[in-house]
DNA sequence: ATTACTATTAGGACCTAGTCATAATAGTGG
DNA sequence: CCACTATTATGACTAGGTCCTAATAGTAAT
């Protein structure tokens, strides 16, 4: 019963989370307490109201700066961009992202997030990635976050090599030449 | 004299196509009428409001992001699988997998598929990869069905060499060979 | 049991950005 | 001037909240 309060704001964070679009009178009834509770729960942990959550999360599209390139057709969430120099992604590592027997990301996630920042970080239309050698220097569970940071480390006419590096805390758990096709030049 | 009626409407929809988060208000201002106006406008053109819009582009965002990539065991369809020897699989490339601005597949669309084949063939609870050489040797287009075979070249105690060739028609179109772990020996 | 404290619930005033309905007024064409 | 459209005004109502105050419930320590 102590942990009542705790339990329920956690779940709620949770729930939240999955499913922004959900109204306190609806939270409320889920958890068989009252719409005032609820509110001061979001209250006591800073999360904004339903109209505010779900601004955000059409903001993400409407960035003006991550205009450049479709921001959906990146994987993961984009934190920084700047075209032709550097960018970084965060990635989180749910359920739909492991193996279900050992909890480990499939490793194709992991260069998903870290090739489709390669391509973002590329100010052209057409940018594909023509080969890469990357390494997966450490198995990541459910649960964590990582962060990829692409830079760009050469760039001649037509072909540019981009350097990715993801991290789990400060600990390194992939990273990737990618060699990437422009189509045109600089 | 200001606008014409046609000519404000006109210009209200491109003005709410590029700023969709605008209110009525801000409208009303702009265009030197009452909100009331803006409102019949909006009627007549079918405009909805503010919120439905902002809820709009935070749902394409959010379906978006869901669909960001397949959750299957296997990327693509396995037709042949021989443990620790060879595996095949096909991927039909859709809408889903292409770059909206081009049509030509995304990279990690590929190499999930070919990763996880490899992933497949190792006969073992714990296969990771560990690294990987790729090469996409000529872009994918929407249609097309993309044949990936995989074989073990190489194997002892705890690793296993697999390459992958993925193939449009008789075309290559993607390799790769990955380094993988197994927990337990063979 | 009394006090102290946290947790929960309730209520009212106010807010934004609308809806819908009704009515009055302004501007223009014939 | 009349008819008609366009515009503006007004009021009642809505969802999904904020902010503030106040009452009550439950538990813990003295």
Redesign the pocket.
Known sequence: ??Y???D??NKLVEMIEETPF???????KK?????????????ELS???????IKNVANKNWNEELRALPVEEVIGEVVNLELDNLAISILDIKEEHVFSRNKIARGHHLFAQANSLAVAVINDELALTANAEINFTRPVKVGERVVAKASVIDQDKNRTIIEVKSYVQDELVFEGKFYMFRSAEK
């Open positions: 019963m102590k009542k309060k705790k329920r704001q959900i109204t306190d009178e609806e939270l409320a958890f068989g307490v009252s719409i005032q509770t609820i509110r001061l729960d979001r209250l999360i904004p109201e339903l109209r505010e959550r």
